[in-house]
């Protein structure tokens, strides 16, 4: 595991969007596995301003998100196809066809998840996948819990997180109450795996990933077994690991 120390966000984004660029032009046709949230915006500004420098070409590119509100149709505003399509792919020249996120109207889950595992596979796995990390350590919507969600499946969304989604939406009705998320064995057939973490917050969920034990307690804990995994992270971030000596 490499750990990329950076002074703020910005370096941060800039600095994973090296990466993401070093794959697209290494291999131009590659499978990029995509990530929603604040964390990874900034890495997303920066591959827009190189695409558009003429420095990146997303042509030939195909991507896979990690996950989609349940109910919510793509041109929602709240949905991840939307925030997709608004923060990178409606600014550079991917074809739209070609990136994959689940399908949210999809009422049957075992189809929709079936369907999703298919298309993983079909476009022949993922070459890079792009990762953001919750305050308690859960990738994807792989909230902590009794055991490691193998393949695409559906969560129940906690109370905290559709209360706190409940600001964007008309009534509590309307508020998603489940998504479809890639499992813990999707996220970790990638051959890559990019993980971004930025702000004091998210410093304990970050220890105890890299350096506490393997428990489905810290979803993210499992990169620990990964053979390839870069962690760009900012001061904040990185707080506890440089407390204890470990950086």
């Known amino acids: 595991m490499k750990i990329i120390k950076t002074a703020d966000y910005n370096e941060m984004s800039r600095k994973a969007a090296n990466l993401i660029g070093a ?20 890495t997303y500004k920066e591959l827009i301003k190189r695409c558009e420098e003429g420095d990146l070409d997303f042509s030939q590119v195909k991507s ?5 509100y349940k109910g919510l149709s793509g041109d ?4 991840y196809r939307y925030f997709m399509n608004t923060n990178l792919f409606d600014h550079v020249n991917i074809d739209k ?21 298919e298309i993983i596979r079909s476009v022949g796995g993922i070459d890079m996948q792009l990762l953001g990390i919750g305050g308690n350590g859960h990738i994807g919507f792989n909230e902590p819990g009794a055991a490691f969600e193998k393949e ?11 209360k ?7 009534t509590m009705d309307d508020v998603p109450k489940q998504a479809y998320t890639m499992g813990i064995k999707n996220i970790m057939t990638a051959k890559k795996i990019l993980l971004v973490a930025t702000g004091e917050a998210k410093a304990d969920a970050l220890y105890k990933s890299l350096y506490g034990p ?3 307690n810290v979803p993210a804990s499992i990169l620990q077994l990964h053979p390839d ?19």
């Open 214 to 216: 393997i428990t489905p």
């Open 152 to 162: 695409t499946h559906c969560v129940d969304l906690t109370e905290s997180t559709i």
């Open 97 to 117: 066809a070609r990136t994959y996120v689940p399908n949210g109207l999809e009422e049957d889950s075992e189809k929709a998840c079936a369907d999703y595992n």
């Open 64 to 68: 896979v998100n990690l996950d989609e």
């Open 229 to 247: 995994v870069t962690v760009v992270a900012d001061e904040g971030a990185l707080k506890l690991i440089r407390e204890k000596g470990l950086l």
């Open 76 to 79: 929602n505003d709240q949905s």
């Open 23 to 42: 794959q697209v032009i290494m291999k131009p046709n590659c499978i990029l596995g995509l990530a929603t949230g604040s964390s990874p915006i900034g």
């Open 164 to 170: 706190a989604n409940a600001r964007f939406f008309e």
